[in-house]
């Protein structure tokens, strides 16, 4: 059964563009070790802040969902009002952890400041390779990283751009359409990357991420991320809270939550997990519909492993 009280375990306090890639790796380890040795009364909790969700951390039980007459993996969210009901439903599907969202304003300025603090100094490494895109590379220029921890030795590459499309030609995976984005909103300065991490012992890309923020001249802003956990899978979220699963265009479901901070502002999160793949957007200014509007031209099922 589960305790009353809060547990600090797997807890990830989000100030800016949410928890550090050393953040997650920790989380997703001890997330590991606990399926090895599963927790007896007592439960942990997902405190999430000001910006992007970073979902991974808590994600995926594969359910099937179709698009187009195929059969999709995604995981679900469950959103509920009341603590006790979600204790219930999470722990009879076995889950140890839940979401909660926090007041803390969107900060628009906040990923483009994370960028430049991991761009000069990624993770404590050590800086091995730079150089400079070409036009026909689309980005305007790379960083790479030996990193080492606890769990090995680790190449990190960050890839910077004016425009997410510029990234297009580093993709290993299926991409999204960002066209319609970039057409209707202004790309935010310093806030395109594309980031990798390879272990080296192993040979294997463990991480990828494609990450942009976006803007129109009214202050509506939001910044749109894609990661590959590629040793890890999504699993089911639990949300304290209020939301909608909407289903977009392409027939992939998208958790939309909106907060109103204590400041008045009007932020949202919306969420797709699929296999080994989270897909999420923050930001504040956005009605629902037009939330809605931007899942739907984002082809997001190309995103989506098969069931």
């Given at each position: 059964?589960?305790?009353?009280?809060?547990?600090?375990?797997?807890?990830?306090?989000?100030?800016?563009?949410?928890?550090?890639?050393?953040?997650l790796?920790?989380?997703?380890?001890?997330?590991?070790?606990?399926?090895?040795?599963?927790?007896?009364?007592?439960?942990?909790?997902?405190?999430?802040?000001?910006?992007?969700l970073?979902?991974?951390?808590?994600?995926?039980?594969?359910?099937?969902?179709?698009?187009?007459?195929?059969?999709?993996?995604?995981?679900?969210?469950?959103?509920?009002s009341?603590?006790?009901?979600?204790?219930?439903?999470?722990?009879?599907?076995?889950?140890?952890?839940?979401?909660v969202?926090?007041?803390?304003?969107?900060?628009?300025d906040?990923?483009?400041?994370?960028?430049r603090?991991?761009?000069?100094?990624y993770?404590?490494?050590?800086l091995v390779?730079?150089?400079?895109?070409?036009?026909?590379?689309?980005?305007t220029?790379?960083?790479?990283?030996?990193?080492?921890?606890?769990?090995?030795?680790?190449?990190?590459?960050?890839?910077?751009?004016?425009?997410?499309?510029?990234?297009?030609?580093?993709?290993?995976v299926?991409?999204?359409?960002?066209?319609?984005?970039e057409?209707?909103?202004?790309?935010?300065?310093?806030?395109?990357?594309y980031?990798t991490?390879?272990d080296?012992?192993?040979?294997?890309?463990?991480?990828q991420?494609?990450?942009?923020?976006?803007?129109r001249?009214?202050?509506?802003?939001?910044?749109?991320?894609?990661?590959?956990?590629?040793?890890?899978?999504?699993q089911?979220?639990?949300?304290l809270?209020?939301?909608?699963?909407?289903?977009?265009?392409?027939?992939?479901?998208v958790?939309?939550?909106?907060?109103?901070?204590?400041?008045?502002?009007?932020q949202?999160?919306?969420d797709?997990?699929?296999?080994?793949?989270?897909?999420?957007?923050?930001?504040?200014?956005?009605?629902?519909?037009?939330?809605?509007?931007?899942?739907?031209?984002?082809?997001?099922?190309?995103?989506?492993?098969?069931?």
């Amino acid at each position: 059964m589960f305790e009353s009280n809060f547990e600090d375990r797997y807890r990830v306090e989000v100030e800016q563009i949410g928890p550090t890639q050393e953040q997650l790796r920790e989380v997703m380890e001890r997330m590991d070790q606990e399926k090895q040795h599963p927790m007896i009364g007592g439960r942990s909790v997902r405190r999430v802040g000001r910006t992007l969700l970073a979902a991974a951390v808590l994600c995926a039980l594969v359910t099937a969902a179709g698009a187009a007459g195929i059969a999709l993996s995604q995981s679900r969210v469950h959103f509920f009002s009341e603590e006790k009901d979600l204790l219930e439903a999470a722990n009879a599907a076995g889950v140890n952890g839940y979401t909660v969202y926090l007041g803390g304003d969107y900060d628009p300025d906040g990923l483009a400041e994370e960028n430049r603090r991991m761009w000069d100094d990624y993770a404590g490494g050590t800086l091995v390779e730079e150089r400079q895109g070409t036009e026909r590379d689309g980005w305007t220029d790379m960083r790479a990283f030996a990193v080492e921890n606890r769990e090995g030795s680790f190449r990190a590459e960050l890839y910077r751009a004016d425009k997410l499309s510029d990234l297009n030609g580093l993709w290993t995976v299926p991409s999204w359409d960002v066209s319609w984005l970039e057409e209707h909103y202004d790309t935010m300065p310093d806030s395109c990357m594309y980031h990798t991490e390879t272990d080296l012992e192993q040979d294997a890309l463990v991480y990828q991420s494609f990450i942009g923020g976006y803007e129109r001249a009214d202050g509506a802003s939001f910044t749109m991320e894609c990661s590959w956990f590629f040793q890890h899978e999504m699993q089911d979220q639990y949300v304290l809270g209020e939301g909608v699963n909407y289903e977009t265009q392409d027939g992939v479901t998208v958790a939309i939550t909106m907060e109103t901070t204590e400041s008045g502002q009007q932020q949202f999160w919306a969420d797709l997990s699929s296999g080994h793949m989270c897909w999420t957007m923050h930001g504040a200014g956005l009605t629902l519909e037009e939330i809605q509007e931007v899942v739907d031209h984002m082809g997001l099922a190309a995103l989506c492993e098969t069931a």
